[in-house]
């Protein structure tokens, strides 16, 4: 009879599959009670509800499943499904619902059985049930249905576990849906539920992973004056994560203090992330301080905390400390990653010490550290800087490529900078088509060295054509591009098209920075409007752009060159009394002006000022001095005393 019943079953469905009778076949209600009766009394008797007392042992409860979702991956939910569990006698109950939202059908087909079963006199869905579709439809990321039944559930539930309601916070943190996981915080928190140290962690988590840190050092206030829910490690090393990423680095130390004070233990996240915050504050000795601390107090620390160990070293310019951690990390068994390996290429890089970098980069495949993209563009970088062949960058390049390595577009940038400043024009015009064709987004980093070298070489028409090229497939250029155009505009005279562009920057919301400005006033002091300029270094403040040392030289040069040396003098002594100190240009800048001016003592009294601070002066102003005054000794010995 089984066996009859299988092929019956088997023939139905390839008749069912065949072009011309794609569309289901309607049944009779005694054909789908056919294919769920056994004709004996005693499979009669098996066929019990899935609620009875049934032993685990007894195939029938396996075989009553088989049956139900092959009839809903037939038939789906509907009348016919329906009819099935009638036959089958399963009863409906909470049981019954998390069995079905389990088994491998369609999620669709989930939720109408979900939906039906909610309309069934006597019959309320609870958390678990809710919890459940909604851990499917997650899943199916299907998440404006989600969103609905997460609201649904806490309209019907009277009370929400906490652990679900973090559950739920989690959920739709996942998916992004970061203020209607507050909002659901808040509404359950009012009215439903006490949250718990988790649920205000699952909360903050939350937060931090979309970058609201505000908010919540906002939460964190919330859960103390709960008066019976206590931060954990988990709320300490988010909030000191959150407060150094927001800067506020007092608040972070201050915080780790108090969790000691709490009688908590600091994890290796905690230490990590605090060894962050002391590096960035230039303070290296309180970082190894507190490094010594975390061994002694037994936390063992992890590839990520010597990560920020070395990272913090290197900045400091503390090289060799480093690579002293980098041995110890070897000796005690921690097997670096290919980030830590990537910092320790990127420190000697920037050191100068091309060959350590290369050997790092050796070490790393007996440590089965695989390269990325990053080590081959730290390495390509160090290259350039330390003056290797240009030979030398290609076989690297090459050899990126052969090991599968993708190129990122600040590869291309790296190659197109350096190839830049090596002259190497043309190849990096042909890289940059290259960087076209295999569909990166135009890179304005790239564009801005190649206008450079391009100006540099009074190629301006070929400059402006690829600003204009930029501009069309980006939309707009960045402050950066714009300033290098207006730089070049104003050396070749066009001072006209460089107010054009400053003025285009602002009009299309590109906000002129520091170096827009320089260049700007840079080609109105080359024109002799030195008023002008010294007007746009008062506005370029007053919009709230930070000026520069190089912003003052550049408007004191003009004043020495046009305006003669009583206004050089005064914007010099009101340099010296500023936050914005001169420099040895500043200086010299001066004692040319003096020196045109015949003022051969106050240029020799500015000579020996020099060097008490350390300046070296300028060749051409010292000689011409010591030949007006016509006393090289005497002036030497000045200026020695």
Not at 35 to 40: D, E, N, Q
Not at 125 to 152: K, N, V
Not at 188 to 217: A, D, F, W
Not at 332 to 357: Q, Y
Request: glycine share 6%.
């Amino acid at each position: 009879m089984k066996k009859v019943f299988v092929g019956s079953f088997a023939l139905k469905r390839s008749i069912s599959t065949l072009p011309h009778l794609c569309e289901r076949v309607k049944q009779t209600e005694n054909e789908i009670v056919q294919m769920f009766y056994s004709p004996t009394a005693r499979d009669l008797m098996q066929n019990l509800p899935v609620s009875g007392k049934l032993s685990r042992k007894d195939p029938s409860v396996r075989k009553l499943d088989e049956r139900f979702t092959r009839i809903l991956k037939i038939f789906k939910w509907g009348p016919d499904a329906e009819k099935a569990m009638e036959v089958m006698k399963l009863r409906l109950d909470h049981r019954l619902i998390l069995e079905v939202l389990k088994i491998d059908v369609e999620v669709i087909v989930k939720v109408q059985f979900f939906k039906w079963a909610a309309k069934r006199r006597n019959f309320h869905h609870d958390p678990s049930t809710y919890m459940a579709l909604i851990r499917c439809l997650d899943e199916a990321r299907l998440f404006g249905e989600m969103w609905q039944t997460i609201q649904e559930m806490v309209r019907a539930i009277s009370i929400l576990d906490p652990a679900q309601l973090s559950e739920i916070i989690s959920i739709l943190g996942k998916a992004k849906m970061v203020n209607k996981a507050l909002s659901i915080f808040y509404w359950v928190k009012g009215r439903k539920c006490k949250p718990t140290t988790n649920t205000y962690n699952s909360m903050i988590l939350v937060l931090m992973q979309e970058g609201h840190h505000e908010k919540i050092h906002e939460l964190y206030n919330e859960m103390c004056n709960e008066g019976d829910c206590f931060p954990d490690t988990v709320t300490y090393n988010a909030l000191i994560l959150a407060f150094k990423k927001l800067g506020r680095h007092d608040f972070a130390i201050r915080l780790f203090d108090e969790m000691k004070e709490n009688g908590l233990q600091p994890t290796a996240k905690i230490f990590t992330n605090l060894l962050g915050v002391y590096f960035k504050l230039g303070k290296v000795e309180k970082a190894l301080d507190l490094f010594r601390e975390m061994k002694e107090r037994g936390c063992c620390p992890t590839v990520f905390t010597y990560t920020e160990l070395i990272k913090g070293l290197g900045s400091a310019g503390k090289i060799e400390d480093a690579y002293n951690i980098y041995k110890n990390l070897l000796r005690n068994g921690c097997k670096p990653d290919v980030v830590l390996m990537n910092n320790l290429i990127n420190i000697f890089s920037k050191a100068g010490r091309l060959e350590d970098a290369l050997s790092f980069f050796e070490e790393m495949e007996s440590l089965s550290c695989i390269p990325t993209v990053v080590t081959y563009n730290s390495i390509l970088k160090a290259l350039f800087e330390s003056r290797a062949p240009i030979s030398e960058v290609s076989v690297w390049f090459e050899k990126m490529k052969a090991n599968g390595v993708a190129s990122s577009s600040f590869t291309y940038s790296i190659l197109i900078d350096g190839f830049c400043k090596r002259g190497r024009v043309e190849k990096a015009l042909l890289l940059l088509e290259e960087m076209d064709e295999k569909g990166f987004p135009p890179c304005p980093a790239a564009y801005c060295s190649l206008i450079n070298s391009l100006g540099k070489a009074k190629r301006y028409e070929a400059a402006n054509e690829l600003f204009l090229e930029l501009k069309e497939n980006c939309g707009r250029s960045s402050a950066r591009v714009y300033a290098v155009m207006i730089k070049h505009f104003g050396k070749c005279g066009l001072l006209n098209e460089a107010l054009d562009l400053f003025n285009e920057m602002k009009r299309l919301g590109c906000d002129p920075d520091v170096y827009a400005y320089n260049a700007l006033m840079s080609g109105m002091v080359r024109a002799g409007m030195v008023d002008e300029a010294h007007s746009l270094l008062k506005t370029m403040e007053e919009n709230g752009c930070v000026q520069d040392l190089n912003s003052h030289n550049i408007i004191l040069n003009g004043l020495a060159k046009t305006g003669g040396p009583k206004r050089a003098m005064e914007m010099f002594t009101k340099m010296k009394h500023s936050k914005i100190k001169p420099d040895a240009v500043s200086y010299n800048t001066v004692l040319g002006c003096l020196s045109r001016a015949g003022m051969l003592e106050d240029a020799a009294k500015l000579m020996k000022e020099m060097n008490l601070i350390g300046f070296e002066y300028d060749a051409i102003s010292y000689s011409s001095i010591l030949e007006a005054v016509g006393k090289v000794d005497e002036v030497h010995s000045f200026t020695t005393k």
